[in-house]
């Protein structure tokens, strides 16, 4: 839901890692979109920083390493912030990262979770397994930035939605997000038997081609190469329940093989 200064609340979950800056810039071009707010959180390991070291010392270390964390996310916030006319808030701490992150969205409430994908198709993207971690707990909207799919701000949007495309969307942002879309949009539908159609349809308020694709094995490299053809750079997908292990599967694939950013829309309410 909107803040008492009616934006949205968008938290970026980050490594600090090398795809940090194009992972902000695709948060801060959703954030224009929906009119959102955007926070950056970090979270490390104790035993990323210290060794076997005496109390003081260790206080000492994380002391110095606090110090220099926060030095470094400023570094790349403050740049961006200042090109997009953009507010971003930041913290980071040190301690269990599922457990911090936990509380982060406890604390925070956000409407949609940012994390960023790198190069490499693994999807442990904040170490263990923080993703999928995400996924199973956290029933709001997510967005997997793709580091090759950069969103850029103040930029239409090429979004193609996947395999329900006369779903009904339950996010109250969701128009706002598909106003800022190049006609017409791309719906990609998995089917039994090979059927490949143009067909126009209407939906929220845009011209809609469907384009079929033969379920099997190979379907999300199809699905991938049809992104690439049709220069889509938002896939979306629908939802249905955090306990579909199937549907957690299918969404590992996705984040894995196509280079594209993904937006998984919040669980939807049975």
């Known amino acids: 839901m909107k803040t008492n200064n009616n934006k949205y609340k968008i938290l970026v979950l980050s490594d600090m890692k090398d795809t940090t800056s194009r992972t902000l810039k695709s948060s801060v071009s959703l954030s224009k979109m929906i009119d959102g707010n955007i926070h950056f959180f970090h979270v490390r390991k104790p035993t990323e920083i210290i060794e076997k070291e005496s109390q003081l010392s260790a206080m000492r270390t994380i002391n110095k390493a606090y110090v220099s964390i926060s030095s470094e996310i400023k570094n790349i916030i403050e740049p961006i912030a200042k090109d ?14 599922k457990n911090e992150i936990l509380n982060c969205i406890e604390t925070h409430k956000p409407d949609i979770i940012v994390l960023g994908k790198r190069k490499s198709k693994s999807i442990n993207l904040l170490g263990d397994n923080i993703t999928d971690f995400i996924i199973k707990n956290h029933n709001g909207a997510i967005m997997i930035a793709s580091e090759q799919g950069l969103l850029e701000p103040e930029t239409e949007l090429s979004i193609g939605l996947l395999d329900d495309s006369n779903t009904t969307y339950n996010l109250e942002f969701v128009d706002a997000l598909f106003n800022h879309t190049q006609k017409p949009l791309k719906s990609f539908r998995t ?28 379907s999300i490299k199809s699905l991938s190469n049809y992104l690439a053809k049709s220069d889509v750079n938002l896939l979306y997908l629908n939802r249905a329940n955090n306990n579909n292990t199937n549907q957690r599967s299918k969404i590992k694939d996705l984040i894995s093989n196509v280079n594209v950013s993904l937006f998984i829309s919040e669980e939807q309410k049975q």
């Open 84 to 97: 997009y006319n953009t507010d971003i808030t930041y913290n980071h701490t040190f301690g269990n990262v």
């Open 191 to 218: 089917a039994k038997k090979e059927s490949h159609s143009g067909e126009e349809k209407t939906f929220a308020n845009k011209d809609t081609v469907e384009l079929v694709f033969d379920y099997g094995d190979n």
